[in-house]
C-alpha cells in the first residue's frame, strides 16, 4: 500500500502472474507467468479461446481472486481484494434485482458514505449517459439485456474508478444489440476517459473497441501476441467496413485460432 | 459534459434498442410505463375464473346438501348455518376462534423468529451448519404431533405445550428455507457488492437478507400451514378450548353441525392467513424475475 512500489509508469502492470488449481492428481496451470502492462487511459481488449485464463486474468486484478505467484497493480499499488477503485461490468449484470435501476447505480456511493442528495446527483448523471433516464425508477426485471448492461455500467462508473474491467460485457446480448452497446461504450469512453480492460471472445468486438488486442493462448494460460489496433477514434459502424479493418481482424483470428503446435486436445482441458 | 449532438445520438440508441426488445417479445411490454394494455386482456380470463370457482362451489355445496337427504346423516347446510349463528350468539365461536389463533400465532411467531436469524447463521458459517443441520434434520422427519405425549408430561397440560409443538412445526419449516435462501444467493451479486467497496457486514444485510427473502417467506407459508394443522391437533388431544377442542366434544355428543361449523372455520382462517402471507410475499419479493 506504500507509494514507494510506484516503479512502473503503466497504470495496469502484471508481474509474473501463475495461477494454478489442485486437480485430483495434476496441476492445472490457468496461467502461467503472465506480463502486461496498460497505460493510462489506454483500451485493450483481451480475446482467447476457453481456458486460456482471461477471465482469471481479470479477476486477479479485481480482486477476487489471489494468484499463487506474482503481483498485480494498479495505480502502483499492490492489488489485495477488492475496491472501488476499479470497477467491474461483468456478463451476467449482476444487477441487486430488488433495487430499482437508480437505487443499483448508488449502490456504490452509499456503501462509500456519499449524501443522499450527492448521491442521487451522481446516479443520475450516469444514468443519463447510458441513457435509462427514462428507467430509473424501474425495477431490473423490466429491463432487456442491453438496458441491463448499461446500468451495470453506470453503477460501475458512479463511483469513479480509475479502472474499468469488463468480462465478456455484451456476451449474452443479440448481435445488433452489442453493436449498439460497443458504439456507446466508445462513446462513454472518450468522455468519462478511463483505463479499460476489456475481455471478450469476439475477435470484431476485440478490434472495432481497443487501442491494443491482447491475444491469449490456452495451456498454460499465457498471452501469445499483442496487436496494436491503429484506428483513429471516434469509431463509427463505417470503421468495420475498411480494408484496414479487415486486415486487423485478419490478424487477430489467425492469433486466436492457430495457436501453434503447443495446441491441446480438448479432453485434456477436463 | 455531455454536448447536446451526443446526448441526441444516444438518445436516439436508446429508442431503437427499447423498441427492438418491446417487439422482439410481447411479455416484455412491461417495458413501456403504461401496463394498461396487458391488465385489459387479463381481465376476462380472471372473470371467466371466478365464474368457474363459483359454479365449483355452489355444486359442492349442492352435492352435499343431497348427500345429507340421504341415509348417510350428514347435516343439512341450513342446519350448519343455524349451529353456527347459536354457537355465535353464545359466544363459543369467538372464544375458540380467540384460543385457536393466539396459540398458533405465538408458536408460529417465536418459530419464525428463531428460524430467521437461525437459517441465515447456518448458511454464512460452515460450522453453524454442522452443528445445527443434524438436529433440524432429524426432527424433521418426526411430526411435532408425535412430540406431543413426550411435551405434554414434560410441560404440563397449560398453553405451553401446544404453543411448543407449532413453534417446532413452524421452526423447522422455516430455518430449512432460510437456511436454502442464503446458500443459494448467487456468486455474482456478492462479487458485485464487493467491488463496489462493500464488506461482509454491508454484503450480508444489502445483499444476503434481501436474496433470501422469498425463501423466507416461502418456509414461512410452509410453517404456517404446518403450525395450523399441528395446532387442531393438538386441540384435539388436549385442551379446554379452541376450535379442535369443540369438535372433540361435539363428537361426544354426536353433534354433527357444530363438527362441521368448525371444520369451516379452520378451513376459512387457514385460507386468510395463507392469502395474507401470500400477499405479503407479493409485496415484498415482486422485483423476481420469473422464469
Not at chain 1, 434485482?97 to 450516469?126: C, I, M, Q, S, Y
Request: with cysteine; hydrophobic share 45%; net charge neutral.
Amino acid at each position: 500500500m506504500t507509494e514507494t512500489q510506484t516503479m512502473t509508469e503503466a497504470k495496469i502492470s502484471i508481474r509474473g502472474i501463475r495461477k494454478t488449481f489442485e486437480m485430483k492428481d495434476s496441476e492445472f496451470v490457468a496461467l502461467g507467468n503472465v506480463d502486461l502492462d496498460i497505460q493510462d487511459n489506454e483500451f485493450v481488449t483481451v480475446v482467447g479461446p476457453s481456458g486460456c485464463g482471461k477471465s482469471t486474468m481479470m479477476n486477479i486484478l479485481a480482486g477476487l481472486e489471489e494468484p499463487t505467484s506474482g503481483s498485480a497493480h494498479v495505480d502502483g499499488r499492490d492489488v489485495h481484494g477488492p475496491g472501488p477503485e476499479r470497477g467491474v461490468i461483468f456478463q451476467q449484470y449482476a444487477l441487486f434485482p430488488w433495487l430499482t435501476v437508480r437505487k443499483n447505480v448508488e449502490f456504490g456511493l452509499k456503501v462509500a458514505g456519499v449524501g443522499k442528495a450527492e448521491r442521487r446527483e451522481r446516479a443520475d448523471h450516469f444514468i443519463e449517459m447510458v441513457g435509462l433516464e427514462h428507467f430509473a425508477d424501474a425495477l431490473p426485471k423490466m429491463l432487456s439485456g442491453g438496458m441491463k448492461q448499461r446500468c451495470a455500467i453506470a453503477r460501475a462508473y458512479a463511483v469513479n474508478p480509475s479502472i474499468l474491467l469488463m468480462d465478456e460485457p455484451f456476451g449474452a446480448l443479440d448481435a445488433l444489440t452489442r453493436v449498439k452497446l460497443q458504439e456507446q461504450l466508445l462513446d462513454t469512453w472518450s468522455r468519462e476517459q478511463r483505463t479499460v480492460m476489456f475481455i471478450t471472445h469476439d475477435v470484431d468486438e476485440a478490434v472495432f473497441l481497443a487501442n491494443r488486442v491482447v491475444v491469449m493462448a490456452a495451456r498454460p494460460g499465457r498471452i501469445f501476441d499483442v496487436i496494436d489496433v491503429n484506428l483513429p477514434y471516434p469509431r463509427t459502424v463505417d470503421v468495420r467496413l475498411t480494408p484496414e479493418f479487415a486486415e486487423l481482424r485478419n490478424r487477430v483470428w489467425h492469433a486466436v485460432y492457430h495457436q501453434g503446435p503447443d495446441a491441446v486436445p480438448y479432453e485434456q482441458t477436463k | 459534459m455531455a454536448s447536446p449532438m451526443n446526448a441526441q445520438s444516444e438518445g436516439s440508441v436508446v429508442d431503437q434498442d427499447a423498441t427492438v426488445t418491446s417487439s422482439g417479445t410481447a411479455a416484455n411490454a412491461g417495458v413501456s410505463p403504461t401496463p394498461s394494455a396487458p391488465k385489459r386482456q387479463k381481465m376476462d380470463p380472471r372473470k371467466k375464473m371466478f365464474i368457474y370457482n363459483a359454479i365449483s362451489i355452489v355444486a359442492g355445496i349442492a352435492i352435499w346438501w343431497g348427500l345429507a337427504l340421504t341415509d348417510l346423516q350428514l347435516p343439512t347446510p341450513p342446519e350448519v348455518v343455524a349451529k353456527a349463528v347459536e354457537l355465535w350468539d353464545q359466544g363459543l365461536m369467538q372464544e375458540d376462534i380467540i384460543a385457536s389463533l393466539t396459540r398458533v400465532l405465538t408458536g408460529f411467531a417465536i418459530g419464525s423468529a428463531l428460524a430467521i436469524p437461525v437459517g441465515f447463521v447456518m448458511g454464512w458459517y460452515a460450522p453453524a451448519r454442522g452443528l445445527f443441520e443434524p438436529w433440524i434434520q432429524f426432527f424433521r422427519t418426526i411430526p411435532p404431533l408425535a412430540l406431543l405425549p413426550l411435551v405434554l408430561v414434560l410441560l404440563g397440560i397449560g398453553e405451553v405445550p401446544k404453543i411448543f409443538v407449532i413453534f417446532l412445526a413452524s421452526f423447522l419449516a422455516c430455518v430449512i428455507s432460510t437456511y436454502q435462501g442464503v446458500v443459494s444467493v448467487e456468486g455474482t451479486l456478492i462479487n458485485a457488492a464487493r467491488v463496489l467497496g462493500a464488506k461482509d457486514g454491508t454484503i450480508f444485510a444489502r445483499v444476503v437478507i434481501p436474496a433470501s427473502t422469498p425463501f423466507i417467506l416461502v418456509g414461512m407459508r410452509v410453517g404456517l400451514g404446518s403450525a395450523w394443522a399441528t395446532l387442531v391437533a393438538a386441540e384435539l388431544l388436549a385442551a379446554q378450548a379452541g376450535l379442535g377442542f369443540r369438535m372433540q366434544q361435539a363428537q361426544i355428543y354426536y353433534d354433527l353441525a357444530t363438527i362441521f361449523v368448525n371444520i369451516i372455520i379452520i378451513g376459512i382462517l387457514g385460507l386468510v392467513m395463507d392469502r395474507i402471507l401470500l400477499f405479503t410475499e407479493a409485496k415484498l419479493t415482486g422485483w423476481q424475475e420469473r422464469r
